[in-house]
């Protein structure tokens, strides 16, 4: 098993490395990436660094077991957040 750093600063650019290659699940980064608090780290990169990153969710099953929950998956976009809009 890997040993990463757990800091806040190192678990954003891990994630945000790993969006740059494609859209990312909360159950890989939790898996993967040894980010529990996957939708934190979400809120820093989009409201304190600007990252324009969408959120998605879909039924997946929990890697181990049958059990289904409401996963969010990230999605990087090209450009800067702009935050919610009416």
């Known amino acids: 098993m890997k040993n990463f750093d757990l800091s ?3 678990q954003r650019a891990r994630l ?3 969006l740059r290659q494609g859209p990312v699940s909360t159950l890989e ?3 993967k990436l040894a980010i529990l608090g ?6 820093e990169l989009r409201h304190e660094l600007g ?13 181990g077991s049958a059990t289904l929950h409401r996963v969010a998956e990230y ?12």
């Not at 996957?38 to 809120?43: K, S, Y």
């Open 75 to 86: 999605v990087l976009l090209p450009g800067k957040y702009k935050g919610l809009t009416s």
């Open 29 to 31: 980064a939790r898996h």
């Open 8 to 10: 806040a600063n190192s």
């Open 38 to 43: 996957v939708g934190p780290r979400i809120f």
């Open 16 to 18: 945000l490395e790993r």
């Open 51 to 63: 990252f324009n990153i969408q959120t998605q969710f879909s039924i997946r099953e929990n890697p």
